[in-house]
């Protein structure tokens, strides 16, 4: 009896309340609103590549409920921007609201998107920049926001789609190819079409946007010319054939920031916050028959893996790879399967596993290498470099091939976990390897590595090598591995290798240093 009285009383009380709560009673907007900004800069997007979503939000600081009679876009129906305002798509889609309302000190989100057509841009006169306004109200109470968005042209490489008049649903080409390098042509799942003879060069002249795998066939070279851009959408990348070919070809550069000779390969987000996000696109894959294949003073960035290098370990020109970055894969960095890889001038760093990876056996000659991986944003298994003579398939069979060669010379390999080196070697196959002049992170206190090929005191395995002696580079959180005059690297490489130059194209000295960059004095802030 008790309860029900208590639920009564609490009855009551709600009616009581709800008849001497004044209603809200809303005014028109005087042009007081205030904004989060005065313009909303939409950053740099490639001509029919919808942009991020930006926000800006709108206050009113009076003491009274208003109503904002319109929210528009100053272009209307014609505009390429779309709104969407404090949860509400308008009575035009994206483009006009009407009566919207805001609390006393109170304030609203409007979210602002947009997918521009170059070509429509550049017919109306004005090629890059694309502007519009937010108008609230009208008239006296006439109050705007500015949008302004660059937007880039480029050359876009995408498959075919075509509508299964069945379902109703597009079908998207797909890649079949050679995949063993054995002769015979298989169907594959992966979407993405065959570049034709005429985009077989890629120049400097627009970026290049790809959507699937671009494939290079049986015969055929792709030529990448110095200070070319080359951008893959999501799930996207390049795949080299057998017998099919690479071949990028930067220069060095003057300007460090803007590497405007370098080959840059990465994603087709623009906005600075995808500047260095890993995962952004796939990878460049050299299936197993692809052969000379070239990188030079190239960046590769965001990706899953940075290349992915399969087959012909007896072929010295599968992969020649010098003077090259790459940073954040969410995966490795390069990862080679029973391949051959030579390598000088090269830097990697923040990979999700490795960043040098030589599975499966191989040949491998690195010389001048910077081998990092200071990934941050979960734990990792792997170390910087990983080399393995074997692999277990899905059904536990154990498959092994000769590790013929594995050489590290002048090389740094360290990163912020511990040890970031092995060797992970299977007794039934050849595991040969040497470390000459290189500096390695590799401390085992508990005795953990016991293996034969730990050995640090066999000279044959590991001559005038450093141990756990941090190298000083400059920012490793910005990709900057450059090391001071004086760091344990300075001056205590040997002569070798084919290049007289460091990743910077400065000379190197009588006694060079170890890693990709020779020492540098370090500036204070």
């Not at 990792?380 to 080399?387: I, T």
């Not at 040969?432 to 401390?443: G, H, Y």
């Not at 002696?469 to 090391?483: C, D, R, S, V």
Request: proline content about 3%; hydrophobic content about 35%.
């Amino acid at each position: 009896m008790k309860r029900n009285l208590y639920f009564i009383l609490c009855l009551i009380s709600l009616v009581f309340w709800s008849s001497c709560r004044k209603d809200f009673n809303f005014t028109s907007s005087t042009g007081q609103l205030e904004f989060s900004k005065d313009t909303v800069y939409l950053d740099t997007i490639f001509s029919n590549i919808g942009s991020s979503t930006y926000n800006l939000k709108v206050y009113n600081n009076s003491d009274n409920d208003i109503v904002i009679p319109s929210v528009r876009l100053a272009e209307g129906q014609n505009s390429n921007y779309r709104l969407n305002v404090d949860g509400m798509t308008g009575t035009v889609t994206g483009k006009t609201f009407e009566n919207v309302e805001i609390l006393a000190k109170d304030s609203m989100y409007i979210f602002i998107e947009t997918t521009i057509d170059i070509e429509a841009l550049a017919a109306s006169g004005n090629q890059f920049l694309y502007t519009d306004a937010i108008e609230f109200d009208a008239g006296n109470n006439l109050q705007k926001v500015e949008l302004v968005t660059l937007v880039k042209d480029a050359v876009f490489i995408y498959p075919q789609r075509t509508l299964d008049n069945d379902t109703g649903e597009y079908l998207i080409e797909t890649l079949s190819f050679d995949t063993n390098g054995d002769g015979m042509v298989e169907d594959t799942n992966i979407q993405g079409r065959f570049l034709t003879d005429s985009e077989l060069t890629f120049t400097k002249e627009k970026p290049y946007v790809i959507y699937g795998y671009a494939a290079v066939d049986e015969g055929k070279t792709l030529t990448v010319n110095a200070g070319a851009r080359v951008h893959f959408h999501a799930n996207s990348g390049l795949l080299i054939t057998k017998s099919g070919a690479i071949k990028a070809n930067g220069l060095p550069s003057t300007d460090p920031d803007l590497l405007e000779n370098e080959v840059i390969f990465e994603g087709d987000r623009l906005e600075p916050d995808y500047e260095n996000v890993p995962g952004q696109w796939e990878t460049i894959w050299l299936y197993n028959g692809s052969t000379d294949n070239i990188f030079n003073h190239v960046t590769i960035k965001n990706s899953t893996a940075g290349i992915v290098s399969e087959g012909n370990q007896e072929d010295a020109s599968k992969l020649i790879i010098t003077n090259t970055q790459i940073y954040n894969a969410s995966n490795f960095g390069i990862l080679g399967r029973a391949t051959s890889i030579t390598a000088e001038n090269l830097v990697i760093n923040n990979c999700g596993q490795a960043a040098f990876a030589g599975t499966y056996g191989g040949r491998y000659q690195i010389t001048h290498a910077t081998l990092a991986n200071y990934w941050s944003n979960s734990f990792r298994q792997f170390p910087s470099v990983l080399m393995t003579n074997y692999y277990i398939d899905e059904d536990n069979t154990v498959f092994t091939n000769p590790l013929e060669s594995a050489n590290f010379t002048n090389c740094i390999i360290y990163g912020n976990d511990n040890p970031e080196l092995i060797l992970d070697k299977n007794n039934d196959a050849d595991f040969n390897f040497k470390f000459t002049n290189s500096l390695i992170r590799f401390d085992d206190p508990f005795d953990n590595f016991s293996e034969p090929q730990y050995d640090f005191d066999d000279s044959n395995l590991y001559e005038n090598c450093i141990f756990n002696e941090a190298p000083g580079f400059l920012n490793t959180q910005q990709n900057l591995f450059n090391i001071p005059n004086g760091s344990p690297a300075d001056g205590n490489a040997i002569t070798f290798g084919l290049l007289t130059t460091d990743i910077t194209n400065t000379t190197r000295g009588t006694l060079p240093d170890i890693g990709a960059y020779e020492s540098v004095e370090f500036q204070e802030d």
